[in-house]
């Protein structure tokens, strides 16, 4: 195991989800200085998950040990990035630590995957929008939040991303992860999944709406993985 002085010495990494962006992580990035959220960017043309996820190493330059996790789509690009850069660990918020922990009506829909090319998003994302002001209109800020960013999300990446997800079928069984997830979390059902901490009540942006455990379990397992 990697030693180091202190757990904040060590660059901890998450990848927001699909759609989303770093303010899915604020309550994080309050407790957390050394955290840091990458922004999406737009995949070229022929980028598969392991592409995508070297240019972000590259991108991203860290020459040292770090501890990298992700929430819901980020948690998979969290994994695939553990082969890319000197990852301690990954920690995932509310997401999979593989294809086996799809739900089933997700794992249906893998052999129409090419027909994400032609799904019009923007409709979607309209509808998301209005979604997002109803919520917030019946005081689900954090729901808000997060449809209005998915509104807003490029809608090549979300296809991308959407497509990354079909496809997936990677393992990771040599990884250490550490996994946190709500017992409500209707993306990724808690009964698909088997996590090392379950958030009583929470959906599936944790992150946000149970920051504080989410928090905890971080300086826990990032402490854990340092030795400190």
Known sequence: MNSVSSPS?????????????ASV??????AFPNLIVPEWVVPNDGDDL????????????????????GASFGGIVALEM???????ACILIGSIRGPHQLPQRIRILRPFSAALNITPLTLLQKSAALSAVAARS?????LAGITRQFSRADADVLRWSARQILSWDSSYEDVDVRHIHGDRDNVFPISCVEPDEVVAGGGHVISMTHGSQ?????????????GT
């Open 138 to 142: 019946a005081g689900a800020k954090h």
């Open 25 to 30: 992580f604020l309550p994080q990035t309050v």
């Open 9 to 21: 010495d060590v660059p901890l990494i998450l990848f927001s989800g699909m759609g989303a962006d």
């Open 82 to 88: 553990t082969r890319h850069i000197n990852a301690m």
């Open 50 to 69: 392991r592409s995508y996820c070297v240019r972000i190493a590259d991108a991203l330059a860290v020459d040292r040990p770090c501890i990298v996790g």
């Open 214 to 226: 989410v928090n905890e379990f971080l300086r826990k397992h990032i402490s854990q993985i340092t």
